[in-house]
């Protein structure tokens, strides 16, 4: 059986080390020692100013809604993971979806502007299985209509834009560390801005609102994270650059290997270095990609339709239109691609595949 993603699981006894630790202190939470390290060394590795390590990356999106003071309407993408649109439900606001790019999957940032009311406090987007949207366009047109821009940047690490993290361009980007993604801690998040002052609020948030020992000055949460997801995380950090270039091997040796499969591969932001976390094809038509679907299922392959469905039709939200999104959503599937995917196994899957086109 070959799943769509495995786990990364680092070398068990570096994991156990930091857990004796954890053990001899007796301290497994509330903002601990590996906590603190994870949250330095994050930091220092991708070159941020500001690194708060919570829960997980949908309450880091919920605290970023709630520290930057959202109300009301707010502009999104129909092309995500639920937990983007969820997550702003959850928080009262309701989602305006904006229709995509079929190309690079991000916002189409041209729908934006048509999509601006006095009701829009603003945007929060996601750079798609790592490319990063057309970051500059969204930055003027939030200028120039006061808003806040918010990225939902869950498959982010290790991606730079121009040089920097990714994580470094809008009012706040949010991570996810979920088990899942390339880099991760089994559960967790990130939330990361250029502002000390918004640092400070969200770190005394995430804590319940603590703002000193006995005292509270403002309503919080507990987005705290514990030491033994710290621990993993420090764990697999020390291992984030065998993973990277694994996964950029094995990135274009699917490449290669579907150059007769009629399918498109996701148009990257020319300003990117990549961290190659999935491997979407799109198909001319979900007939095909159900056709190809079944013959990997029958021959234990499993892939996963992501995204999909797309978001506008979720049955909690009003009901807008997104032709592109919908397309995309219905053509769409991510092929296996974790660290311990064989170089023969990724031949199997390109063989499956160019078969099951030419039956
Ligand atoms: C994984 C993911 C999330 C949710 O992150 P969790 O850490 O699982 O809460 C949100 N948005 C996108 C795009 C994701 O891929």
Known sequence: MIPVTKPYLPPQNEYISLVNEIWKRNWITNNGPLVNKLELDIKEYLGLKHFLYV????????MAYKLLGLSGKIITTPFSYVATTSSAVWEGLEPVFCDIDPKTFNVNPDSIEEKITKEISGILVTHVFGNPCDIEKIERIAKKHNLKIIYDASHCFGVMY????????????????????????????GIITQSSELTRELAEARNFGHDGFDKFGRVGINGKNSEFHAAMGLTVLNHFEAILSTRKEQFNYYVEKLRGLEVTFQKLNENVEYNYGYFPVVFSSEKQLLKSKEMLEDNGVYCRRYFYPSLNKLSYVKEQECNMAESLASRILCLPLYHELAKEEQDYIARLLLRAQNN
Do not use: M, P, W
């Open 55 to 62: 829960t997980n990356g949908t309450i880091a999106i919920q």
């Open 162 to 189: 121009k040089g920097k993290s990714v994580y470094q361009y809008g009012d706040i980007s949010t991570a996810s560390f979920h088990a899942t993604k390339l880099f991760h801690t089994i559960e967790g998040g």
